[in-house]
């Protein structure tokens, strides 16, 4: 794995771009702020909406099983499928189910638990945090990276052996 500090965020891109026309290399990017125009997009919203629908449903389904079919009584003359008395609890399981989904779904998202990574070692991963410019090649063969590293005017770079 190697890890190059930049001077500007446009070299970055540019060290970067060039290192992710070889398939074969693995490139990570890391600044302070995500690049001005970059369009993000995340599957977290979509997920919670999954697990929203699906707490409803579920929620919804399991009180006309146990009101219509597993337990059906005839109290106080109302009929055996009486929806309405059914919205509140489909509507806390629709929250519950949405919201378990969007934490999975953000843990799921950003990799976590993972607790160590050896790229956090490096030298120039700590001027990250004040603004820097790195880049993680984590692929691909040694000698080109470096090359390509050097060329786009890499400050340091760094060797880590995982």
């Known amino acids: 794995m190697i890890v190059a500090a930049f001077a500007t965020e446009n070299a970055l891109h540019e060290a970067a771009a060039e290192l992710r026309r070889d398939r074969a290399c693995r490139v990570e990017t890391y600044g302070a702020a995500p690049p001005p125009g970059m369009v993000t997009s995340s599957i977290v919203p979509l997920l919670m909406l999954g697990g929203g629908m699906a707490g409803a449903v579920g929620g919804f389904g399991m009180q006309v099983y146990a009101t219509t079919l597993s337990y059906p009584q005839d109290i106080g003359g109302r009929p055996a499928f009486s929806w309405p008395a059914y919205i509140p609890a489909s509507f806390e399981l629709a929250v519950m189910g949405a919201m378990l989904a969007g934490i999975i779904?953000?843990?799921?998202?950003?990799?976590?638990?993972?607790?160590?990574?050896?790229?956090?070692?490096?030298?120039?991963?700590?001027?990250?945090?004040?603004?820097?410019?790195?880049?993680?090649?984590?692929?691909?063969?040694?000698?080109?990276?470096?090359?390509?590293?050097?060329?786009?005017?890499?400050?340091?770079i760094e060797e880590i052996r995982p």
Request: charged content about 20%; overall charge negative; hydrophobic content about 40%.
């Open 105 to 156: 779904g953000y843990f799921m998202t950003v990799r976590l638990p993972r607790l160590y990574d050896p790229v956090d070692e490096a030298g120039a991963m700590h001027a990250v945090m004040t603004g820097g410019h790195v880049a993680v090649v984590r692929d691909g063969d040694i000698g080109e990276v470096m090359n390509t590293l050097t060329r786009h005017g890499a400050l340091t």
